[in-house]
């Protein structure tokens, strides 16, 4: 079974609109951590926005937001105000708190997301 | 701060030669994983190394090796290349860290691995 599922292969959003890529997750360790990283088509993955299983809020950074569902294993990426320059792939990944700090990312399979001017 | 490194960028090998991929962390991080990402896909992990002790192994085979210096670099070797090996390698590091605590990975810009 996929432990990341993303289920949207591409999204498009008109610049300056807010706009939501979907991530649900399964594990069975109370502990574990979720990731969103942004793939330019130069290949760098871009770190993002982190939350942890644990944390009682939504993690924010700048025009990025996770909105945690932990009842629902779902951890959407909402990215506000879109530029032109957010188009690019977009992962999901989970990390799970077995094995401590040394746990492995696992990833979804991504969505390509679109800005239209 | 200097970011993950990773050389060379680009790479053209032919089928049953072997490769070696280099990564620098970032200063002050002393895990070191590695990624093979297929065109079209999400990234799949294959080791991860702390303080030099290999500490995770994802499903791929033998023909993949890796290791970690006294720095905290580290190197990818693959094997008897095959044509399914063509592929962006990302290398990431992260703080050091104690049991349970979980913090970002930090990715290289790649090294474009073509087999042919």
């Known amino acids: 079974a996929q432990k990341i599922t993303q289920t949207q292969p591409g999204m498009f959003v008109q610049e300056k609109e807010a706009v939501t890529l979907d991530c649900t997750y399964d594990t069975s360790d109370p502990s574990y951590g979720l990731f969103w990283y942004k793939q330019p088509s130069s290949g760098e993955m871009i770190f993002l926005i982190y939350q942890g299983s644990y944390d009682q809020q939504n993690a924010t950074e700048g025009r990025y937001s996770l909105n945690f569902q932990k009842a629902r294993k779902s951890a959407n990426l909402v990215i506000s105000a879109s530029q032109l320059g957010d188009s690019a792939m977009y992962f999901c990944?989970?990390?799970?708190?077995?094995?401590?700090?040394?746990?492995?990312?696992?990833f979804g399979k991504g969505t390509k997301l679109s800005v239209k001017p | 701060d200097a970011g993950v490194t990773q050389s060379p960028t680009h790479l053209i090998k032919t089928r049953g030669q072997q490769v070696t991929l280099r990564c620098s962390p970032i200063?002050?991080?002393?895990?070191v994983s590695w990624y093979q990402q297929v065109l079209g896909q999400g990234p799949q992990f294959i080791f991860q190394y702390y303080e030099k002790e290999e500490r995770g192994r994802g499903n791929f085979p033998d023909r993949f090796s890796a290791r970690q210096f006294p720095n905290y670099s580290s190197e990818l070797n693959v094997n008897a290349l095959l044509l399914g090996d063509s592929a962006l390698y990302l290398c990431?590091?992260?703080?050091?860290?104690?049991?349970?605590?979980?913090?970002?990975?930090?990715f290289g810009p790649g090294t474009r691995l073509t087999v042919t």
């Open positions: 990944a989970m990390r799970e708190g077995r094995g401590g700090s040394q746990g492995n990312l696992i």
């Open positions: 200063s002050g991080h002393k895990s």
């Open positions: 990431a590091s992260s703080r050091p860290g104690r049991q349970g605590v979980i913090y970002e990975q930090y």
